[in-house]
């Protein structure tokens, strides 16, 4: 078991810029085993859930075309902190952004796939306006 937060999500204009945190707690062990990929989705209101960048444990990392170039995972393993920095905003980024975790030896074949994530945080907004 881990428990993730979100947090860093706010308001802005586009072309700015917000970073994503996202802590992962639990014992070091399930900790540990519990974060073989983690990833950053997004929720837009009326839309399906959809992976925007993942990263797994050895650290190759996958992002939706929509973002590459402008949006960065990574991760503090020491801090057991996932990381996403967004920049170039753009209004069709707003969305409830949740951070994921998977305990599947399998994650790192989808890292932004939904079905490969079993953990889930509460959700961080992002709102970018025009």
């Known amino acids: 078991q881990v428990q993730l937060v979100e947090s860093g999500g706010g308001s802005v204009q586009a072309g700015g810029s917000l970073r994503l945190s996202c802590a992962a707690s639990?014992?070091?062990?399930?900790?540990?085993?519990?974060?073989?990929?983690m990833g950053w989705f997004r929720q837009a209101p009326g839309k399906e859930r959809e992976g925007v960048a993942g990263?797994?444990?050895?650290?190759?990392?996958t992002y939706a075309d929509s973002v590459k170039g402008r949006f960065t995972i990574s991760q503090d393993n020491a801090k057991n902190t996932l990381y996403l920095q967004m920049n170039s905003l753009e209004p069709e980024d707003t969305a409830m952004y949740y951070c994921?975790?998977?305990?599947?030896?399998?994650?790192?074949?989808?890292?932004?796939?939904?079905?490969?994530?079993?953990?889930w945080g509460q959700g961080t907004q992002v709102a970018v306006s025009s």
């Open positions: 639990g014992s070091t062990y399930s900790t540990y085993y519990s974060t073989l990929c």
């Open positions: 994921a975790a998977s305990s599947f030896t399998y994650c790192y074949t989808g890292l932004i796939s939904r079905e490969n994530y079993n953990y």
């Open positions: 990263i797994a444990s050895h650290g190759s990392t």
